[in-house]
C-alpha cells in the first residue's frame, strides 16, 4: 500500500516476488476480502456483538447508508478535518508566483499523469510556475512513467517530488505554496467524498 520494502520484518511482497505477482496478489486478496464480508457466518458474529453496542461512529459520510441503520443504533458522521490549530494565521505568499501543490498519495487514479501532462500548458502561459507532488508512489513503475513524462515534457524546472513527509511538516509546506489542486479522477468513490485535504488546503490559506 505504502510502498515499504518491509513488512512485518520480511521482504514485501513486490520486493521479494516483484510488483506484478504482488498486484495480482492484491487483487485476489481484495476478492476474498468481498467474500468474507459477504459471508453468513461474518453477518451473524457481528449481528451478535452489535447487541453490546450503544452508539455508531463512520468516519465518512460515502458509507453512512450502510446496514447498521437496520439495527436502530445511534449513527454519527464525524469527518477527519483539520483542527484549528491548522489554520495558518498571516499568509505570506507571493502571489505573482504560481506555486501549485497536490499533497496525498502518487497513483494513477489520483489524476497525477494528468496533473504532470497539463504542467506543459501552464508552463506556457506563467511566468515560471512550479508544481509539487508530496508523498509516496503506490508502485515503483508508476514512479518511473511519472519521471518519464517529466524528463519527456522538459518539466524538470517545473515539477518538483518531495517524498512522504510527517503530517505535523504538511501545514509548513502548504503555506510555502499559492495553489492546491485535487486532480482525483472521477470513480464512484471521488464523486461522493470530500477529500481531507481540501480543508487542509483551505486552512492554509491556498486557492
Do not use: C
Not at 436502530?72 to 483539520?82: G, K, T
Not at 505554496?177 to 471521488?190: A, K, Q, Y
Amino acid at each position: 500500500m505504502d510502498d515499504d520494502d518491509i513488512r512485518r520484518g520480511k521482504p514485501s511482497a513486490h520486493i521479494k516476488f516483484g510488483e506484478s505477482t504482488a498486484v495480482l496478489a492484491g487483487n485476489s486478496l481484495l476478492t476474498l476480502a468481498f467474500e468474507i464480508l459477504s459471508s453468513p457466518k461474518l453477518k451473524l458474529n457481528e449481528k451478535l456483538k452489535l447487541k453490546y453496542v450503544d452508539h455508531i461512529i463512520l468516519a465518512n459520510r460515502v458509507i453512512k447508508h450502510n446496514p447498521y441503520s437496520s439495527y436502530n443504533i445511534p449513527l454519527s458522521v464525524i469527518e477527519n478535518f483539520p483542527g484549528t490549530s491548522f489554520i495558518k494565521k498571516s499568509l505570506n505568499i507571493d502571489k505573482k508566483k504560481y506555486k501549485i501543490i497536490y499533497h496525498g498519495h502518487l497513483s494513477e487514479e489520483r489524476g497525477i499523469s494528468d496533473l504532470v501532462t497539463a504542467m506543459r500548458n501552464v508552463k506556457v502561459k506563467l511566468n515560471n510556475p512550479l508544481l509539487s507532488l508530496v508523498g509516496s508512489f503506490r508502485t515503483k513503475t508508476f514512479e518511473s512513467h511519472i519521471k518519464r513524462l517529466i524528463a519527456d515534457f522538459d518539466l524538470s524546472d517545473t515539477v518538483q517530488i518531495i517524498n512522504q513527509v510527517p503530517y505535523s511538516k504538511i501545514r509548513d509546506i502548504l503555506g510555502e505554496h499559492s495553489v492546491g489542486v485535487i486532480p482525483l479522477r472521477r470513480t464512484p468513490m471521488t464523486r461522493k467524498n470530500t477529500p481531507t485535504k481540501l480543508f487542509e488546503m483551505m486552512a492554509a490559506g491556498l486557492e
